[in-house]
């Protein structure tokens, strides 16, 4: 780095720091995980605001969660200041509700118009249909139809027409019409198209490899093709095909805008060697980028090796987990002879919020928390299911609106107060500590939205109903974080616990269904992406048996464990694993 460089641009290797300097037309960043996709883009945007006079208003960065967007806008303040104030930094979703709430009146909706959670879809459904068995079948093809363009059933089509219809009678909304309405708008109005081109002349987007058809249209229609449109991705982690993303978006970027540049970053800043050894390995015969070149940037001295670990049950396997968390702290791991213990700036005391335990199915989410409670460790728990869903947020949510609208509470933080008082009285006589601590968390979760909406429980609704996927992971909290892998895309941490590695869970397969090739290598790619989470440790187990959705299982170890090449792998046999841990009782006894 000469002196020359240019401050914001720094702290970036060469790659990273010509992505980012990048000075108009479109941009393609096309990179593994962890090299720093999404540094770049935060550092790009600095930079042309503060170097290239882009006015940040001007500025329009897409990221595929809010906690995302979150992230992003607290990273530019840190770079730019208020400036980063102006940038509008949302999702998709986001985005297109503000659309709606300026053109709501084209579109049939009054001001006031509501967003219907599922339960709501689900009723309207049943509604037209006049049969809710038929509905609860139908409901998720609405969407999957809307969101990808394949050949559709004409019984559907007439469905999707009267729901749409009963919708708008109702005033409301669901959640792909907030990015289907306002490319219905923008198509058809090229006026109104001009005025957004206008209004938002920089645009980047992040994790492009998982945008679906209708997020794709409302990007055509903000950026020409000349335009300075800036995509980031990576299509190993394509992970959302089953909601309707498609690669194949990220793949035809060059065509869709011509005079596009390219930049491949190849360095992983994240993950120690083994890690990102084994992550390839794994990927590799689905890989989407076959010329891919990655390599670890360095500083580990002594690198650890993949953990893997056969339990008998999903109990043990989560036994192990906790039992192994409890030689991170003190010190001593499993195997701590050649662990990575050692981080660059020679600090390797673990706390709780350095360790993540993922999982392909919410489901198998008992067992951890189980375990981890049992020892008595804290931890916050990242459903990918949205925030209102929660029981917790549903029981208060509904409460809630009952009490406001018998007037009891002149505003929503009050209500919720008192709301929360009384439900909080209710659940513990159940005694069930689960749902008491998930109504404090719903409680936690809920008020700051609830201040900040003063009496407008309107507004508190539809904010709650946009917050796609529950944003309680707080990344600073000295807690140990459980979440599924499709949860954990763009984050990373100093160690992974990856369970349920077994054949029926990854690949996952519901009964009396088989996946189909393309569906396999999306198990694949999410397998790589649940590795190359992790900084410095990672333990893959499998359990020979578990409990899932009620019933025993007896599954064999993943297909894709035997992509690992031995010398990289550490295999913590469960004998040695309970000597140990009976040992050490011992010598606390
Ligand atoms: P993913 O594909 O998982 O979203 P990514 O490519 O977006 O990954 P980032 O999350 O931006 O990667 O970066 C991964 C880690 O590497 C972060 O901790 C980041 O701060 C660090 N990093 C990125 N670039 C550099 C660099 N030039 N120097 C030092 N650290 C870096
Ligand atoms: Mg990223």
Redesign the pocket.
């Known amino acids: 780095i000469s002196d020359t460089t240019p401050a914001l641009l720094a702290?970036?290797?060469p790659d990273?720091r010509a992505a980012a300097a990048v000075r108009s037309g479109p941009l393609l960043i096309i990179?593994g995980?962890?090299?720093?996709?999404?540094?770049t883009l935060t550092h790009r945007i600095a930079y042309m605001v503060n170097d290239h006079q882009v006015p940040p208003e001007q500025c329009l960065a897409i990221t595929f969660t809010r906690k995302a967007a979150a992230e992003m806008s607290e990273r530019l303040g840190r770079l730019i200041g208020e400036r980063a104030d102006d940038v509008t930094v949302t999702t998709f979703h986001a985005f297109g509700l503000s659309v709606l709430r300026a053109e709501h009146a084209r579109v049939g909706l009054t001001a006031s118009f509501g967003i219907a959670d599922d339960e709501r879809r689900l009723a309207v459904l049943a509604d037209v249909l006049g049969d809710a068995a038929a509905a609860r079948g139908m409901v998720s093809e609405l969407s999957r139809v809307r969101r990808s363009p394949q050949p559709v059933d004409p019984e559907v089509t007439k469905a999707l027409d009267a729901y749409l219809t009963k919708l708008r009678e109702l005033n409301l909304v669901d959640f792909d019409d907030l990015v289907a309405l306002p490319v219905d708008l923008l198509e058809s109005d090229p006026a109104l198209s001009a005025e957004f081109r206008a209004r938002y002349s920089w645009i980047c987007v992040d994790e492009y490899q998982d945008v679906d058809a209708l997020q794709y249209r409302l990007l055509r229609m903000l950026a020409p093709a000349g335009g300075n449109v800036t995509a980031i991705g990576?299509p190993d982690?394509a992970i959302y095909r089953f909601r309707g993303a498609d690669v194949g978006f990220f793949l035809r970027f060059e065509q869709d805008f011509p005079s596009a540049e390219v930049v491949h970053l190849t360095r992983n800043?994240?993950s120690g060697p083994h890690i990102l050894s084994g992550a390839m390995q794994v990927v590799r015969p689905s890989t989407l980028v076959p010329d891919r070149v990655l390599s670890a940037a360095g500083g580990h001295a002594d690198p650890a090796r993949i953990g893997v670990y056969p339990a008998a049950s999903d109990r043990t396997e989560a036994a192990f987990v906790s039992r192994t968390i409890d030689q991170l702290l003190g010190g001593t791991s499993l195997h701590s002879r050649d662990s990575g213990r050692v981080d660059d700036d020679g600090e390797d005391q673990i706390g709780f919020g350095d360790i993540a335990v993922l999982y392909r199915t919410s489901g198998q989410a008992g067992a951890v928390m189980d375990a981890l409670t049992r020892a008595g460790y804290p931890f916050q728990r990242h459903s990918h299911d949205r925030l209102v869903e929660r029981p917790g947020v549903r029981t208060l949510l509904d409460e809630l609106t009952y009490a406001t609208e018998a007037r009891t509470a002149p505003d929503v933080y009050t209500a919720l107060q008192s709301v929360a008082e009384v439900t909080s009285q209710r659940v513990s006589r159940l005694n069930r500590t689960e749902r008491t601590s998930e109504l404090y968390v719903a409680v936690d979760l809920l008020t700051p939205l609830a201040v900040e909406c003063g009496d407008d429980l309107e507004r508190f609704r539809r904010e709650l109903l946009l917050g796609a996927e529950v944003d309680a992971l707080d990344p600073r909290a000295d807690r140990i974080s459980l979440l599924t892998l499709h949860a954990a895309k763009?984050l990373?941490f100093p160690v992974v616990f990856m369970v349920g590695c077994e054949n029926g869970l990854l690949p996952l397969r519901w009964p009396g269904e088989e996946p189909d090739d393309e569906q396999l290598a999306e198990e694949r790619r999410l397998f790589f992406v649940g590795m190359?989470r992790a900084q410095r440790l990672l333990y893959l187990s499998h359990a020979a048996q578990r409990i899932w959705r009620g019933q025993l299982r007896e599954n064999g170890p993943s297909p894709f464990l035997r992509a690992l090449n031995s010398s990289i792998v550490e295999r913590i046999d469960a004998e040695t694993a309970n000597r140990r841990q009976r040992a050490q009782q011992l010598t606390l006894m």
Request: proline letters at 5%; charged letters at 30%; glycine letters at 22%.
């Open positions: 702290g970036l290797d990273q990179a995980p962890g090299t720093g996709k999404t540094r990576d982690q800043y994240r763009g990373e190359t």
